[in-house]
């Protein structure tokens, strides 16, 4: 995954279930403003403040139906 990730343009990041954040490629950190590193055992909320309540329903979604939104 590392490799993937850091040699792609687009921004990845693995969550667990309490979405905190368990990887994340430099790309996803930038586009949030925040470095790679800093994100690692926050959840969603802690980085993204208030835009999480656009994509925390989208997470639980997966989780609940295993299908991608």
Not at 8 to 29: E, H, K, P, Q
Not at 37 to 55: P, S, T, Y
Request: proline share 4%.
């Amino acid at each position: 995954m590392e490799t993937v990730s850091s040699a792609s343009g687009v921004g990845l990041c693995v969550l667990d279930t309490g979405f905190r954040y368990i990887a994340i490629n430099n790309t996803m950190a930038e586009m949030n403003g925040v470095p790679a590193q800093a994100h690692l055992g926050k959840n969603v909320r802690e980085i993204l403040g208030d835009f999480a309540e656009l994509v925390e329903p989208q997470f639980v979604s997966v989780i609940n139906t295993g299908k991608p939104c």
